[in-house]
């Protein structure tokens, strides 16, 4: 097959994927109350989506184990509800400690804050960037981790209610006007940073993931290159922050725990680190999954599942296992399996693409063929060794 | 040296290089002068202080005295300062009185590549990519054309440039395979076209034929040769490999427990007694 044909072919499978995601969203939007669990887990993933590729940016594009998503995400956060916020209802939301007076009337439509969102945690990324990459590892881990916590700290103090309404949060934040306004901005963010990975600068992080004594005997600036993958992973994990809280339409601190964070790793390594589909996979996966399972959680009598047995001594008993918080253990061992047999994550380091999909059968195949070959060897050299034996015996 | 050598501007000089691990000198009192077009090498027995001194040129180390310049501009300066100044034990003390520094980027960025003695490709990416990565820094771009694909006509260029380098390398029938897979000779002429993307003036080669075989030996050598006429480079080379060393030198430098003991051709060192006791490890000739 030429190139040229490939990419005709590639051009028409993209826009009837997108298409296809449009009329389902449609369909979603047309009747809201109906599909609203759906609509919920839709904007909820493509959110998480957003943070889990931020965060695949610095740890798996630029090699740097930076964990403060969710102290940026809180300031994205609060920083898009609080502009956001009808000027009405502000001082009912502020009751204890009053707006402060010069952000009282300011209010933006919501694309200007989640903009402001990122330009915040951007500048914040810049300012904490210089002292925190100079460390490496496990350090930059718990120097990060330990910003994200002092965000949340400084979000909650009594001495900033005028402006963060303190421990109460920020509530009754305008939410998506539809489900595409969501699903819209989530995607220009991903592509943002998808365009950013594949261009000159990308191939910089990858340089100094790889190899930064390398990268840097390339004439790459390591701490430059680190900080612009820093600043733009930040911003956009502010940006995610800000949809977060359109999305539940409140941000409080006790959202932005480590147990966020954790959780968007938890995205970022299953879905492949080094891989911006994987990430979405993941995000998706995860959220998805959560609420799936959630029949797990429920408790069921055997007369549920048989209504052939009610009344009997068998159909009152209860089913084994099921109930309150058994989702979660099957949710990790689930993890667990696909960690185990999918050590790289679902996508690995590689991008989902096409041809990837249309060569996943032959590579199946491939391995099947690998597999009865194998046998076969075995075989003859069993019947090898068993013949020599004989031979041996026979002498 | 005939005259028109002579008339040759200086592309690197090393003025009383002296570095200092603690109590040991590693490089003492290094003196040395590479010339425009010249092929020079840098030889001496394990541990002479060769990788030392040129980690110091390639910005990976600061010298504990001395100054190393570049093109007439100077690269690095160090004094023994504070601390270091009284555990000191190199020559030349006070004769510097200035700290410069400059970070590996930045010296690749003025004109001095490299490459390493253990191969350092990034394995994973494709031979094309690694390439393409050291046309990185010589790009007008900023993040944001970047990004947004302003800077379509300096990329389509670097690419170009990139195919260029691995044609000439004969690697272009590799161009997409992960790098770590090649086989090792080809590892090496590939880290040489990476060193090459970055548009350098100086050509600094640690240890080019270590594990290589004779034959792989006499194709390198040809390859270096042609590369110096082809881009225009000067050569620094460290090696161990005589042959190669001997067969494609312009200069010889030898050095033995960090010290200057032989310069010249490489008849004249070959045939140096300091030389041949350093490397048979007689007893000192005086």
């Known amino acids: ?395 | 040296m005939s005259g028109q050598k002579e008339a040759r501007e200086t592309v690197l000089r090393l003025e009383d290089l002296t570095m200092q691990f603690g109590g040991v000198v590693a490089v003492n009192n290094l003196s040395m002068e590479v010339k425009k077009g010249e092929i020079v090498a840098l030889i001496g027995p394990n541990g002479a202080g060769k990788t030392t001194a040129f980690n110091c040129i390639t910005g990976v180390y600061q010298p504990t005295n001395g100054r190393i310049e570049f093109q007439g501009q100077t690269l690095m300066e160090g004094c023994p300062a504070g601390r270091v100044a009284k555990s000191y034990a190199g020559e030349n003390a006070g004769k510097y009185t200035k700290n410069t520094h400059h970070s590996p980027d930045e010296i690749c960025r003025a004109g001095i590549a490299r490459t390493f003695q253990n191969i350092r490709l990034f394995p994973g990416q494709s031979a094309f990519d690694n390439v393409l990565v050291a046309k990185h820094m010589r790009a007008k771009q900023n993040p944001f054309t970047a990004t947004f694909g302003l800077n379509h006509k300096e990329e389509k260029r670097m690419r170009e440039e990139t195919w260029e380098l691995l044609r000439d390398q004969n690697l272009d029938g590799f161009a997409d395979y992960p790098a770590g897979s090649l086989p090792y000779g080809m590892q090496r002429r590939l880290e040489i076209a990476r060193a090459l993307a970055t548009d350098p003036t100086l050509l600094c080669l640690d240890e080019p034929a270590a594990g290589m075989n004779p034959q792989e030996t006499l194709e390198l050598s040809d390859f270096i040769c042609k590369i110096r006429d082809q881009y225009h480079l000067t050569v620094l080379l460290i090696e161990h490999h005589m042959n190669l060393v001997m067969g494609i030198s312009d200069r010889i430098y030898c050095i033995d427990f960090g010290r200057l003991i032989a310069e010249g051709t490489a008849d004249q060192v070959a045939n140096d007694p300091k030389v041949i006791s350093a490397y048979l490890g007689m007893q000192e000739v005086v």
Request: hydrophobic share 50%.
């Open chain 1, 1 to 395: 097959m030429s190139a040229n044909r490939k990419k005709y072919i590639r051009w028409i499978l993209d826009a009837a994927l997108i298409a296809a995601i449009l009329i389902y969203l449609d369909i979603l939007q047309a009747d809201t109350t109906a599909h609203s669990y759906a609509i919920t887990i839709i904007e909820r993933s493509c959110i998480y989506a957003v943070a889990a590729v931020s965060m695949n940016l610095i740890i798996g594009f630029t090699g740097q184990f930076s964990l403060g998503t969710a102290g940026f995400m809180c300031i994205g956060a609060y920083v898009t509800g609080i502009l956001t916020i009808p000027v009405k209802m502000r001082d009912q939301i502020y009751y204890l400690y009053g707006m402060a007076g010069w952000l009282h009337d300011i209010r933006l439509p919501m694309l200007a804050a989640l903009a402001i969102s990122a330009l915040i945690c951007g500048v914040i990324a810049y300012v904490i960037g210089w002292p925190v990459l100079r460390l490496k590892s496990d350090y930059l881990a718990i120097a990060t981790l330990g910003f994200s916590e002092i965000i949340r700290a400084i979000f909650g103090w009594d001495g900033l209610g005028k402006i963060t309404n303190a421990s109460y949060g920020v509530s009754n934040i305008p939410p998506f006007a539809n489900i595409f306004e969501c699903v819209a901005i989530c995607g220009v963010s991903i592509l943002i940073m998808s365009l950013l990975i594949r261009s000159s600068y990308g191939r910089a992080f990858k340089a100094v993931r790889d190899d930064d004594v390398a990268a840097e005997a390339m004439g790459i600036n390591l701490f430059h290159t680190k900080q612009l993958s820093f600043v733009v992973s930040s911003a956009f994990a502010g940006v995610a922050g800000g949809l977060l809280a359109v999305f539940m339409r409140s941000a409080v601190t006790s959202t932005f725990t480590v147990a966020l964070t954790y959780n968007i790793l938890l995205m970022v390594v299953l879905g492949g680190i080094g891989s911006v589909s994987g990430s979405i996979i993941g995000a998706f996966l995860v959220t998805g999954s959560q609420e799936w399972l959630r029949f797990l959680d429920k408790e069921y009598f055997f007369s549920d599942l048989f209504p052939g047995l009610a009344g009997t001594a068998f159909g009152a008993a209860r089913v084994p296992l099921l109930r309150n918080g058994f989702r979660m253990v099957i949710f990790s061992i689930l993890l667990m399996v696909v960690v185990l047999f999918w050590n790289h994550g679902i996508t690995g380091s590689r991008e989902l693409s096409w041809e990837r999909i249309a060569g996943i059968p032959a590579a199946v195949r491939e391995k099947k063929k690998r597999k009865a070959e194998a046998a076969e060897r075995r075989a003859r050299e069993e019947a090898a060794a068993a013949a020599l034996e004989k031979e041996v015996r026979g002498q």
